[in-house]
Structures are given as C-alpha cells and as structure tokens.
T-cell receptor, first 113, second 117 residues
Framework: DTAVSQTPKYLVTQMGNDKSIKCEQNLGHDTMYWYKQDSKKFLKIMFSYNNKELIINETVPNRFSPKSPDKAHLNLHINSLELGDSAVYFC????????????FGEGSRLTVL | AQTVTQSQPEMSVQEAETVTLSCTYDTSESDYYLFWYKQPPSRQMILVIRQEAYKQQNATENRFSVNFQKAAKSFSLKISDSQLGDAAMYFCAYRRLNTGTASKLTFGTGTRLQVTL
C-alpha cells in the first residue's frame, strides 16, 4: 500500500533513555515533516526536510535530532528522554507539486515513565 | 506569524442534523491554503476538505462544506446529515502558498465533535 508509515506505533521507555522513531513514505514526495501532538491534542511542527536537506527547524531542544538518509525516509532520534517528551509524534509528507496538503502517518505514541 | 484559532473546544450534534465548526486565522499573505483535518480515536489525521484562498467558490466534499470569508479571515466547516462516524477531533489548518520549500501547516487547537443518537 502507498502510505506514510511510522515505526514503532507505541513506545514506552524510562526517563534518560535514548529512542528513535522511523518514518518512510512511498508516495514519491520530496518534503517530510515531524509534528508533535501533546496531551491537549495541540499539533506543532518540529522539523521539515526537503530532499534530505533540513529546511524547517522550530524551537526544539537539541536532544531531538532528525535524520533523512534519503528523501523517502525521515527518522527522529531523541536523547535523554524527559517526562515532557511524552506525546504522539506524527510524520508527514508533501508532494513536489503544489496541493498544499500534508499526508500523515499513523503517529507514534511515546510514553516516558 | 500565522495563527489559527478554533474557539469551540467541544461541540455536539444529533445524528442526521447539521453542525458548523468555526475557525479564524491571521495572516498577512494573500495566497494560501486552508484545510480541515479529522482525527478519530484511531489518531490518524484525515484530510476532510481543502480551500485555496484564490478561489472564491466554497469547497464541498459530499456532506462537508466550508464557508470561506477571506476578508473576515474565517473558514468554518459545515457537516450535514451528521453520522456517528463523524465523531472526532477536527483541526483547522493554514498553509501559505508554497513559494519555496519551507512551508509548514499551522494547526488550530481543535474542536471535539460528539455525535449523539
């Protein structure tokens, strides 16, 4: 199936650990994003890559490090996890032609204990 | 900076009735997109409807339609003949026209819609 897929869907870990979330899209899109949805459901952009190049880097702690090995993949690595990092992280992508909309993955729920 | 405001944290509608969700936004741009996304309990973000700012005609997708008032910076979503499956969080979102590559989607805080029998 064509889609934006994220792994893992659920992640429970202890404070201080390091974890990664992976995202892959097979839609042929060239721009990918990470969004964070907090406990109040607010969605906020974190990062965006276009053809492996970082183009949006919002105010995010430097414990968060995105990596895009190619334009179909965008991973998110988080060091020294804190309680406040608990959230749902969404990966999304947009095509090179201008339709405006984002195509979202199913989200990865991260719980930090 | 662009902001999107949804002033209704929760709304309720009876099955088969019509409900309107409100959204206002602030921008100095003249060309942009507006969206409504639906997030059911499965947490998947689903595009409901899209409006290009340069189009005066309001977008319609089956039971979903918008009332786009560009001068007032208002973009409301009307759901007709509401169904139980419409129960979800609804997010209004703004994106400026992609004149370059650095263009993000800015979301409102969401409206939780309940559909009752």
């Amino acid at each position: 199936d064509t889609a934006v897929s994220q792994t893992p869907k659920y992640l429970v870990t202890q404070m201080g650990n390091d974890k990664s979330i992976k995202c892959e899209q097979n839609l042929g899109h060239d721009t990918m994003y990470w969004y964070k949805q907090d406990s109040k459901k607010f969605l906020k952009i974190m990062f965006s890559y276009n053809n492996k190049e970082l183009i949006i880097n919002e105010t995010v702690p430097n414990r968060f490090s995105p990596k895009s090995p190619d334009k179909a993949h965008l991973n998110l690595h988080i060091n020294s996890l804190e309680l406040g990092d608990s959230a749902v992280y969404f990966c999304a992508s947009t095509p090179p032609f201008n339709t405006g909309e984002l195509f979202f993955g199913e989200g990865s729920r991260l719980t930090v204990l | 900076a662009q902001t999107v405001t949804q002033s209704q944290p929760e709304m309720s509608v009876q099955e088969a009735e019509t409900v309107t969700l409100s959204c206002t936004y602030d921008t100095s741009e003249s060309d942009y997109y507006l969206f409504w996304y639906k997030q059911p309990p499965s947490r998947q973000m689903i595009l409901v409807i899209r409006q290009e700012a340069y189009k005066q005609q309001n977008a319609t997708e089956n039971r979903f339609s918008v009332n786009f008032q560009k001068a007032a910076k208002s973009f409301s979503l009307k759901i007709s003949d509401s169904q139980l499956g419409d129960a979800a969080m609804y997010f209004c979102a703004y994106r400026r026209l992609n004149t370059g590559t650095a263009s993000k989607l800015t979301f409102g805080t969401g409206t939780r819609l309940q559909v009752t029998l």
